[in-house]
Each structure stands twice: as C-alpha cells, then as structure tokens.
C-alpha cells in the first residue's frame, strides 16, 4: 500500500497494547509515544510499529534544558537506572525504517514566552532562562547556540536521531541549527495562521519536513462543546492545506478533563469518540485523496528579521529580557501583529479599494511564509514579494542578497529602521554603508529629519502594474495622518511614489521635497523604502501598514484567487499526476473557518471569475483545475487519476469514496467537452455542467474506500495516559 504524502497519526499510552488499540481504531500511520519503563516493552512497540508498518516517533526522554532522564517516567533518573546506549540503539534499531525520530528540545521557545516567573527563579529540571543582554545579535547568538548544545547533549547521551523540536512560536528558524531533523508545531497555544507561516518558511528553507501536533486537550478550549469541535476539525484542515507532512493530535481524543467545571470525558464518551472520527476523516482523506508533494506555492513572503526576538504569543519581551522595561513589546515587536491584515476582508466604505474585484481577505494564493532573512538567494527567489514587518539588523552579507533577489526580479518592501548594523533597542540606529542605500533602493539618507503630526499624498502610481496606491487628484486632504518621524534625504534614482503632505492642496512638489516612500527598479525587479524612522507596528504607521498590506495583496494576486468573505482559507498545489502535456494539474483546497455558516466565494482563474464555490460550515472543498477547466467534487474524498485532453476533448479519470456530484466550470471562450469516468458531457464557454461521479475503488487502498471505515468499532481501553 503507498505511503500517503501527509501522515496522519495520534498520541498514544505507552506500551505494545496501545499500540494495538491504536491500529483497532484506524487513526493513521504515526504514533507519538512515551518511553515504558520496561525495555522489553519499549522494544516490542518497536517492533509491533514496524511489523504493521506504522511510523514511531518517541516523546522527550530528558527533561527540558537537562541531560536528566526521564521525563516520560514523571521523574528524575540516575543515568544507570535509565536504559544504556546499546539498548537504545537497538530500541531505535527495531522499528527499522519505520523510526520517525525522538522529540528533543520540546517548547525550548518558552524562555522567551513563558511568563517570566516560570523561569525566574531558574527551577531544577527546566530550562535555563535567558541571561541578560544589551542587544538583538548577543541575545540571538547565545539562544541559538543553548539549543544547539542541548540537542548535542541528547545526541551524545541518547542517540536516537532523527531529531524533532516541539515549538509553539515564531522561533523555528533559531532551532534548526541546533541539529534538528524534522520541525513540529504545538498547534493551538499562538495564532495557528501565524505559526503556520512560521514553521513552513523555515522548513523551506532548511529543506527539511514539518509537522503539526495538535493540543487540544490543553489548549483547545474550556469544554467538549459543539464550537470545541468544529475548532478541532478545522485545525486538522488547516494544517492539511498548509501542507504538513504529519499531523497528529498531542491531546484531547482519548480524554478529556475540566475538574473546574465538572467535566472528566472517558475513553468511551461520546465527545471523546466524535474527536477520533472526526481524526479517522483526515486519516482517510489522506489515503484517499493523493495532496500534492511539494507544499501549497506561495507567492508573498514575510521576511524574518536577523534577530528579531518576538516570541510570537504569551510574552511581551523580545529575547525572553525580563530584566529592562526597554526590552518589552515595542513598534518593533507590534509589527507583526499586522499580520491579521492578511485574512481580514476590506469594509466596504474604504474608498482605496480599487479595480474590478477586491481580492482582499487572503493573501495571494491563499497562503504566506514566514521566511528567515537568513535564506540563500534560491529560496529567496521562490517568493515573487518579501515584505519586512518586524525587526531586522542588517548586515553586508544580507544587503548583497537583497540586492539579488531584487536584481533577479523580486520585490522587496522594507522600513528605514530595518537597514540599522546596530541591535541596541536603546542605542540611535546606524544605516548600513552609513545611510547611502542607493544601489537597492535609490536614495542616501543624510540624518534626521523633523518628528510631527502630519499626512501622506501619493503622487505616482507604482511601476508595477498591479499596486494600485491611492492616488487622488491634487485638490484633496492628506490621508494616513500620524506622528511621523521623518528622514533628510538625498535621491539618487529612486521614484518619489508619496511623500508627507500637510494642507488640503498640496502639490506634487511639495510631496517630492519630503518623501516618505520610494520606489526603485533594479535589475528585472522592484525594490521600495518607507522613509520614516518609525518601526511597522509604530502607532503612527498603523493605517499606512494596513493599506500597504492591502494593495500588495492586490498586487501580488496569482492565477488563482478568491474574492469574497474572509472566513475561507485556500492553498493552490501543483500535481505531477499523469498527464498529457503542460501546463500541470492545479489542486485548490478550500477551507471554511467559519463553524457555523457555509460560505460562498467567487473563484478565479486566469482572472476570469468562474463562479461561485459553495463551502459548509468547517468543512474542506477539493477544485481541480487544468486548462481552463474546473472540476468541483461534491466531498475531498476523490483522487484524479489521470487527465488526458485530445483533439480538444478532454478525459478523466477519478477515484471517489462515494457517489456524488460534479460540477465542471469552463473558464474559455469556447464550448469545450469532457469525459469523466466514462460520462460525456458539453460545457458551455464560461458555463458549467454537472455529472454524476459514481463510487470507484482503487484496487491498492481499498481498506481507506471501505463504506464503514469512520465507524470506530468496541474497543476493551484500558486508561493510560497519553505523553502530553
């Protein structure tokens, strides 16, 4: 049977046994478990993993920030009493290429998140807190050098790799020089859009594959009610369409406990067992439906500054520095709170909306990664726009590959504050090549300038066709009024895009004199500076940012795109299913966050709206599109197994779970024909038809096509508790 491209698994009490329980209930091809205290047991869940072929992954065997075992066993371990090398050699041995890895440094991001007074005292058996620096780079420096030596610690004592991380933060691109193998999410304690963003940019660019686990149990909600597990369906959606390569619940599917509120939810209970269905969907969503390889494309990326400290949730420190008040949240650290402006739809009286359709509510394609300002100039390139909101050093070395991705055809949009060489958050920033940025971005700063409350008039459309600023007609007040601080500049080649304005009626000149944003071609791209000493997520900067964020989403849109309400989250994957000839097989994944109301939107093809797609509350739709067709499946649950057009006649075939119905939408001008499954049919130019898709079991996973796989069949549990 193929490996599906995503797994899909489950937490699990240790021992053998549970491996079985595991199995019985058909929650997938990875188990996450604790370490028994027997060895004999420890190797027969070894065994029994790779005997039914199912992907084991070992919980944290140390506690955390210590080489002391063992964590899994609740209590301190003298390094004679816990198993010896040989033995887990032969333990990780045993599960043969079905060992996935062991977890390392779980939530090593804390001693930055963490409320300080978990950390302050430092405790026994913890992680050591941050100690007390002057700056960005010595605090980034030491953080990534402490995971580094934590993760050696482990490899030296215990072996065992591959290694994953367990984070719940924006610092995913701090822990992989540590050694790590694999990148793991804690899904639920931060913003899963945030995160998500996070870890995929990351493990982009380090080429490694990542995951999400799952904390419901912790962090999902104060009961089992109806709302907690529309939330638990949609974050297994939305880690799905992001493009995990693993998923797996930490807690909350085999118990449930609230003493607060009176609520201790057993095994058998019925929330407890609509939990592992709702699992036991995904579970054969992913045999059933092949995702794509490769990830959702993205076109825009969020450029992670070099050492920027911003935890991302819980904590307002940068670095984890409790000790300065200058340390805590600041414009700095704010900016990334813009990030919601991705996903938020535009209200209908912001007048700056402009064209024929307002494309905002998503980013473009649906999906945006946070991508370490530290990549090399191929992952760079992946990303058609890098967009910086938070805070950044700038160093020779980042320059010079800034200035290729923009000289090879990128965007670049950046902040005055962000090219500082300095990382003192108190200390009076020093530009790089001391202000002359001219080769990136056309202009030298010179100092400066004056601090007031002021607007901002553009007056120039941008080179780039599709950023479509507000413009207005001369005779009009300022827009964007705030506190700016301002910079003397000198151009030196760069266009005068806005500038500060402070009358109704201020002319071109009077907004070329004080520039405040620029544009500059270099090369086959486009670079563009905010000149403003204020951070993104600076008080006055806020509307600005927002409306910038707007039109970059507008002007960054793909050849597929949603227009319509913001609760609906997309990814566009390419398939490399057999196929004719170009152009590849799209697949769109179209998730409704919304957990009470369906959703429709309009989708977009080649800028040709191909009509509306309706989505039910919390639930994944499935469109395939190639050549200017649409295929919209009733259910996920469908698999195209080849798409052949001939002679202008088009052929499919399809698996699917059930009968339903298809719907085919013709984006051309022409009438075009289309079998499916054998079924013939005629589509009209920039119509629609609908087929009946019956059931067609693929021969290799017919136990994933089975009509009764959801039914979850008696189980004689025993409890146990789960690692986490």
């Known amino acids: 049977m193929p490996t599906p491209s995503v797994l899909i698994g489950s937490s699990i009490p240790p021992g053998p046994d549970q491996v079985d329980v595991h199995c019985a209930l ?59 090398r040989e033995q887990l050699e032969h333990l990780y041995a045993e599960a043969g290429p079905f060992y996935f890895g062991r977890y390392v440094i779980g939530e090593i991001g804390g001693v930055l998140y963490w409320p300080k007074d978990y950390l302050r005292p430092a405790r026994d058996l913890s992680c050591a807190p941050m100690p007390d620096f002057e700056n960005h780079a010595k605090a980034a420096t030491h953080y990534v050098e402490y995971c580094r030596q934590l993760v050696e610690q482990e490899r030296e004592c215990f072996g065992g790799e591959p290694f994953l991380n367990v ?63 529309k939330r638990w369906r949609t974050a297994l959606g939305w880690s799905y369409i992001c493009g995990a390569d693993f998923i797996l619940p930490e807690s909350g ?28 969907e995904y579970v054969q969503l992913a045999h059933v ?61 912001n007048a700056r909306v402009q064209g024929d359709t307002d494309f905002s ?64 958050r108190t200390e009076p920033a020093e530009l790089i090549h001391g202000g002359d940025l001219s080769e990136l971005f056309g202009v030298r700063i010179e100092g400066r300038g004056a601090t007031d409350v002021r607007g901002i008039r553009f007056i120039e459309n941008s080179g780039l066709q599709n950023y479509r600023f507000p413009v207005y007609r001369e005779q009009q007040d300022p827009v964007f009024l705030g506190p700016y601080a301002g910079a003397d500049v000198e151009m030196a080649g760069a266009r005068v895009l806005a500038g500060f304005a402070r009358r109704f009626g ?22 563009m500076l905010v000149l403003a000493w204020n951070w993104p997520g600076d008080t006055a900067m806020q509307e600005f940012c927002s409306d910038l964020i707007r039109t970059v989403v507008a002007g960054e849109q793909g050849g597929i795109a949603l227009s319509g309400a913001d609760r609906i989250r997309f990814a566009v994957y390419e398939d490399h299913i057999p196929v004719d000839a170009a152009p590849a097989l799209q697949v769109v994944y179209l998730l409704n966050t919304d957990p009470d109301v369906a959703v429709e939107t309009q989708l977009h093809i080649s800028g040709v709206d191909a009509g509306t797609v309706r989505v039910r509350p919390g639930e994944l739709q499935i469109a395939f599109v190639r050549d200017g067709l649409v295929l919209l499946p009733e259910t996920p649950f469908v698999d195209v197994e080849r798409w052949e057009t001939q002679s202008g006649e088009t052929s499919v ?12 939408l013709n984006t051309t001008s022409e009438a075009r024909a289309i079998t499916v499954n054998g079924q013939r049919t005629s589509v009209p130019a920039g119509g629609e038809a609908r087929l009946n898709l019956p059931r067609r079991v693929d021969a290799e996973r017919t136990e994933y096509f089975a009509p009764d796989f959801l039914e979850e069949p008696a189980i004689d549990y025993q409890h146990a508790e789960l690692p986490y």
């Open 506 to 527: 201020d002319d071109a000149a009077t907004a070329r004199a004080e520039p405040f944003l620029v544009e500059h071609r270099v090369g086959q791209g486009t670079a």
């Open 653 to 664: 075939t399809c698996y699917a779970v059930a009968d339903q119905c298809l719907r085919v």
């Open 253 to 280: 599917h085999y118990t449930y406990s609230n003493p607060d509120q009176n609520i201790d939810l057993d095994f058998q209970s019925p929330e407890m067992t609509r939990m592992r269905r709702s699992l036991r």
């Open 289 to 349: 439906h092949r995702r794509p390889k490769g990830g959702p494309l993205v076109r825009l990326g969020l450029l992670h500054g070099q050492h920027d400290g911003t935890p991302g949730l819980w904590n307002p420190f940068a670095w984890g520095q409790y000790h300065a008040e200058h340390w805590q949240e600041g414009p700095a650290e704010r900016g990334w709170r813009l990030f919601d402006q991705l996903h938020r739809r535009e209200p209908w009286s």
């Open 26 to 84: 058909k929650l997938g091809d990875l188990v996450l478990t604790a370490l028994p205290r027997r060895f004999e047991d420890a190797l027969a869940v070894a065994r029994v993993c790779r005997q039914k072929q199912l992907y084991l992954c070992w919980s944290e065997f140390c506690f955390r920030g210590t080489p002391t075992p063992c964590k899994a066993w609740g209590e301190a371990v003298a390094p004679g009493a816990f198993f010896n």
């Open 167 to 229: 984070e719940s933060s924006l610092l995913f691109k701090y822990q992989v020089p540590s050694g790590l193998s694999r990148l793991c999410l804690e899904v639920m304690p931060g913003d899963p859009e945030l995160m998500h963003a996070a870890i995929r940019g990351a493990a982009r660019t380090h080429g490694l594959e990542w995951g999400t686990h799952i904390a419901m149990g912790w962090y999902g909600g104060v009961r089992v009610d109806e709302v907690f597990q």
């Open 361 to 424: 509510g998503n980013p473009p394609l649906g999906q945006v990664d946070i991508v370490p300002a530290e990549a090399d100039m191929e992952h760079l390139s992946r990303y058609a726009c890098l967009l910086c909101l938070g805070w950044n050093t700038m160093d020779e070395e980042l320059y010079q590959r800034l200035l290729a991705y923009v000289r090879e055809g990128g965007h670049l949009i950046m902040f005055l504050p962000q090219l500082r060489t300095n990382s003192g």
